[in-house]
């Protein structure tokens, strides 16, 4: 099996267990995050299968979508044998995965990825922003019954990973000031950082809007 018809196998797969999500990390989001992948890679020396692979799995094991984390590692580094991907690439993809997300870069525990995890890194914070990562949060926070806006709770800064997974306290609102708009800063390659300053503008201009709608004056 070729590294084409492998990535087809991981599609399906990605599909298989991502396309009844309903908190804004459907298949379509994959998509959008493997495209990108695609995209920001063209200019970098990077490994296609490893990653597309990762852009593909990101959430297949993320420990806020699946009931046991630990095992969701270990049937999709079994698939992952089955259709001939070799140790030390499943080793590699597991890696990305398992460290890629905005809540390991809390508690001092970010760890360097490599080129291909940077990249599919880049690509799925970028969904997180702009008008895609607003309508997102939006969708997430209903999922999760989070309270709109309350002015009278405060954003929450220097956030423990707990605290930061912990949603009784969180407004969809705060999520951008906890979040989204400092992941702009974090961004690991210029070409996604060029792209994320029209994301965060966009971000930015629908705050100032909510806000000025939400006090009535507008």
Same mark, same amino acid.
């Given at each position: 099996?070729?590294? #084409? +018809?492998? &990535?087809?196998? $991981?599609?399906?797969? /990605?599909?298989? %267990?991502?396309?009844?999500?309903?908190?804004?990390?459907?298949?379509?989001?994959?998509?959008?995050?493997?495209?990108?992948?695609?995209?920001?890679?063209?200019?970098?020396?990077?490994?296609?299968?490893?990653?597309?692979?990762?852009?593909?799995?990101?959430?297949?094991?993320?420990?806020?979508?699946?009931?046991?984390?630990?095992?969701?590692?270990?049937?999709?580094?079994?698939?992952?044998?089955?259709?001939?991907?070799?140790?030390?690439?499943? #080793? +590699?993809? &597991?890696?990305? $995965?398992?460290?890629? /997300?905005?809540? %390991?870069?809390?508690?001092?525990?970010?760890?360097?990825?490599?080129?291909?995890?940077?990249?599919?890194?880049?690509?799925?914070?970028?969904?997180?922003?702009?008008?895609?990562?607003?309508?997102?949060?939006?969708?997430?926070?209903?999922?999760?019954?989070?309270?709109?806006?309350?002015?009278?709770?405060?954003?929450?800064?220097?956030?423990?990973?707990?605290?930061?997974?912990?949603?009784?306290?969180?407004?969809?609102?705060?999520?951008?000031? #906890?979040?989204? &708009?400092?992941?702009?800063?974090?961004?690991?390659?210029?070409?996604?950082?060029?792209?994320?300053?029209?994301?965060?503008?966009?971000?930015?201009?629908?705050?100032?809007?909510?806000?000025?709608?939400?006090?009535?004056?507008?």
């Amino acid at each position: 099996m070729n590294s #084409e +018809q492998q &990535l087809t196998k $991981i599609s399906e797969y /990605s599909h298989d %267990h991502m396309t009844q999500d309903r908190t804004g990390h459907g298949f379509d989001h994959i998509r959008r995050v493997v495209a990108m992948a695609r995209k920001l890679s063209t200019t970098e020396n990077a490994n296609q299968l490893v990653t597309l692979a990762a852009a593909y799995l990101h959430d297949v094991i993320d420990d806020k979508l699946v009931a046991d984390p630990q095992q969701a590692v270990t049937e999709l580094s079994d698939f992952l044998a089955e259709i001939g991907v070799s140790q030390p690439q499943t #080793e +590699q993809i &597991l890696f990305i $995965i398992q460290n890629m /997300s905005f809540a %390991h870069t809390l508690d001092g525990q970010a760890v360097k990825l490599p080129l291909e995890g940077q990249i599919v890194q880049d690509a799925d914070w970028l969904d997180a922003i702009g008008a895609i990562g607003i309508t997102r949060a939006i969708y997430f926070g209903g999922h999760h019954s989070e309270k709109i806006y309350d002015p009278r709770i405060s954003p929450r800064e220097s956030m423990t990973r707990a605290e930061y997974r912990n949603l009784d306290n969180e407004t969809i609102i705060n999520h951008f000031y #906890e979040k989204l &708009l400092k992941i702009k800063d974090k961004l690991n390659t210029p070409s996604a950082r060029q792209i994320a300053e029209n994301r965060q503008q966009h971000m930015l201009d629908f705050l100032a809007e909510f806000k000025a709608e939400w006090n009535a004056e507008k």
